[in-house]
């Protein structure tokens, strides 16, 4: 993932029109759907320009996902700074802060669910990706059930994780009051 992010860094004017069309594909068509044929067009570049600044649409692929691990993380962490006034309140702004995302016009589910979903290969470089950004959110919930006080941190993180997720897929299937649900059941478990 280092040699994703150095690329990140040193992306030229092409190589950003790249990703930022590439994203958009991503996640509203699907990674499978969406050809390198589609993208470059899309960035105003041949396909020669986009293999040479990413080597691989599976390179594509990560980098659109370090990214958007990125964006999220540090959404998330000021979304959740900015609406809650302490650490039991931060544990429940995260749900809230979920709510807030999947009221989004573009709402098509979890991208690293998507992503999961279409790369079934363990060894696909995108794979590493998906796996940290779950990895992180559980551990970011851990975190904040200790600030929180919290009894056993890295139980609540577990179940926190799992009610997160769910609702994000029940949600994206179009079943209202998914985020809310979890959010009580989070609340439950806080013994409150």
């Given at each position: 993932m280092a040699e994703v992010a150095e690329l990140l860094e040193k992306l030229?004017?092409?190589?950003?029109?790249?990703?930022?069309?590439?994203?958009?594909?991503?996640?509203?068509?699907?990674?499978?759907?969406?050809?390198?044929?589609?993208?470059?067009?899309?960035?105003?570049?041949?396909?020669?320009?986009?293999?040479?600044?990413?080597?691989?649409?599976?390179?594509?692929?990560?980098?659109?996902?370090?990214?958007?691990?990125?964006?999220?993380?540090?959404?998330?962490?000021?979304?959740?700074?900015?609406?809650?006034?302490?650490?039991?309140?931060?544990?429940?702004?995260?749900?809230?802060?979920?709510?807030?995302?999947?009221?989004?016009?573009?709402?098509r589910g979890c991208g690293f669910v998507n992503a999961l979903a279409e790369t079934p290969d363990p060894d696909h470089p995108a794979r590493a990706v998906i796996v940290e950004q779950k990895r992180w959110m559980r551990e970011y919930f851990e975190k904040l059930a200790a600030a929180a006080g919290v009894a056993e941190p890295g139980e609540f993180a577990d179940s926190a994780l799992l009610l997160f997720e769910g609702a994000t897929v029940v949600a994206s299937a179009d079943i209202p009051g998914a985020v809310q649900h979890a959010r009580r059941t989070a609340e439950v478990l806080l013994g409150g």
């Open positions: 030229t004017p092409a190589g950003r029109r790249v990703l930022d069309v590439a994203a958009e594909l991503f996640y509203g068509q699907g990674i499978h759907a969406v050809g390198v044929e589609a993208i470059a067009a899309g960035a105003g570049v041949t396909k020669k320009t986009l293999y040479a600044c990413f080597g691989s649409k599976d390179q594509l692929v990560t980098a659109y996902l370090v990214e958007r691990d990125q964006r999220w993380r540090e959404w998330l962490s000021s979304w959740v700074a900015e609406h809650a006034s302490g650490p039991r309140e931060e544990l429940l702004a995260v749900f809230d802060a979920l709510g807030a995302w999947m009221d989004r016009a573009d709402f």
